[in-house]
C-alpha cells in the first residue's frame, strides 16, 4: 500500500504541487505534529476493532455458562456461541466490507467539504453515504437471512440450530455497518470524544444487559440464542441514534430525506422478500446437498436483484441515491448506453 501511493505521488507531482518551493507556514508542521494527528486519526479504527472484540469476548464470557445455568446443553450453547463469535461473523463480515468498500470512499470528500466549512455539502454527502448503506445492505440482509439454510450449509454443512441462529445474527451485520460508517463520520469531522461515548457506552451496556436477556428470553419463552444477538443490536442501535443526535444538533444535518428513502427502500426490501417467500412453495431450497444449495441461492439471488431492481427504477430511487451521472457510467461500462 505504501509504494503504491509512493509510486500515485510520484505520477502526479504536478499536481500536487510536490516541485513547488515549501512556504513559510508549511515549515511550521512538524513531524510531531503530523505524527500526533496520525494517531488521532488512527486510534477510533483500532478502538472499533477492540470493541468489536471485546463484545466477542463478553459472549464468550457469559452465553455458554448462563445457557447452561438455563437448562440448555452443552452442545446447543457451544453452537450458539460459535455461530455468534466464529462462523457467522465471517459471513457477516463479507457483508460488511462490500458495503463499506462502497460507502467509505465518500468520506473524503465529506472531509473535503468540512475543511472549507461548505456544511450544506457536508449535509448531502452524510445523508448520500447512508442512503447507499440502505440501499445495498438493506436487502442484502433480508435476503441471506431469508436463505440462511442453503448458505449456511454451502459454507459449513447441515446444522439446523446454527441455521436458526444465523438467520437473525445476520442483521448484526446491518447494524455494525451504520455504526461503522457514523464512526468514521464522526472521525471526519474531527470529533473523537463523541466518538468513544458512542463505543464505551456500547460496550457497557453490553456488559450489563447480556446475562439478562438471556434469562428474559427463558422467561418470554423464546429461544435462548436471541439473547446476545438482541443485546448487540439494541447496543449498537443506542450508539447509532446518539451519533446521529450529535450530527443533527451540532452539525445541523437534516435527515428528513434518508428517512424517506429508508422507508422506500425497506417497502421495496419487502416486496422482494414476498416474492421469494412466494417462489419457495414451487421451489424449496431446504436440500442437504451443497451443488443443489448453491444453485438455489443463484436462482432466488437472481430473481429477488431483478424484483428489487425493478422497483429502484420504476420509483427512480436508484437515480436520487447514486445520482444520473454515476448510472449513466455504469450502463456505458455493461454498453447498454452509448
Not at 449535509?123 to 442512503?131: A, D, E, F, G, I
Not at 427504477?313 to 436508484?318: F, G, S
Amino acid at each position: 500500500a505504501y509504494l503504491y501511493l509512493v509510486s500515485r505521488i510520484s505520477k502526479n507531482k504536478e499536481k500536487l504541487n510536490k516541485n513547488a518551493d515549501i512556504k513559510e507556514e508549511e515549515l511550521k508542521i512538524t513531524n510531531k505534529n503530523l505524527l500526533k494527528k496520525i494517531v488521532l486519526y488512527a486510534l477510533p479504527f483500532i478502538v472499533i476493532d477492540l470493541v468489536k472484540s471485546a463484545y466477542a469476548l463478553v459472549d464468550t464470557m457469559t452465553v455458554v455458562r448462563t445457557l447452561n445455568n438455563l437448562g440448555k446443553t452443552a452442545a446447543y450453547a457451544e453452537t450458539t456461541l460459535g455461530v455468534i463469535t466464529t462462523w457467522g461473523t465471517k459471513l457477516n463480515m463479507i457483508v460488511i466490507s462490500i458495503s463499506l468498500g462502497m460507502v467509505v470512499s465518500l468520506i473524503p470528500n465529506i472531509a473535503s467539504s468540512y475543511v472549507k466549512k461548505d456544511m450544506k455539502e457536508v449535509n448531502k454527502k452524510v445523508n448520500q453515504s447512508l442512503q447507499v448503506l440502505l440501499l445495498i445492505i438493506l436487502p442484502m440482509v433480508v435476503g441471506i437471512s431469508f436463505l440462511a439454510y442453503p448458505l449456511w450449509n454451502i459454507f459449513y454443512g447441515y446444522d439446523m440450530l446454527s441455521i436458526n441462529i444465523f438467520r437473525y445474527f445476520i442483521f448484526q451485520a446491518l447494524f455494525f455497518s451504520f455504526f461503522t460508517v457514523l464512526i468514521n463520520l464522526m472521525q471526519t469531522l474531527n470529533n473523537t470524544k463523541v466518538t468513544f461515548i458512542a463505543l464505551l457506552t456500547s460496550f457497557i451496556g453490553k456488559v450489563i444487559l447480556n446475562i439478562p436477556f438471556m434469562h428474559l428470553c427463558k422467561y418470554i419463552d423464546i429461544p435462548l440464542y436471541l439473547g446476545p444477538i438482541m443485546v448487540t443490536l439494541i447496543t449498537q442501535g443506542m450508539a447509532i441514534m446518539y451519533i446521529i443526535y450529535i450530527l443533527k444538533r451540532n452539525y445541523e444535518i437534516k435527515f428528513k430525506e434518508t428517512l424517506k428513502v429508508f422507508i422506500k427502500i425497506t417497502l421495496a426490501t419487502l416486496i422482494m422478500l414476498l416474492v421469494l417467500v412466494l417462489m419457495k412453495n414451487f421451489i424449496n431450497f431446504e436440500s442437504t446437498s451443497r451443488l443443489l444449495s448453491i444453485l438455489y441461492i443463484c436462482i432466488y439471488a437472481l430473481v429477488g436483484i431483478i424484483v428489487y431492481g425493478l422497483i429502484m427504477i420504476k420509483t427512480k430511487l436508484l437515480n436520487q441515491v447514486l445520482g444520473g451521472k454515476f448510472i449513466n457510467n455504469i450502463l456505458k461500462k455493461l454498453h447498454l448506453k452509448r
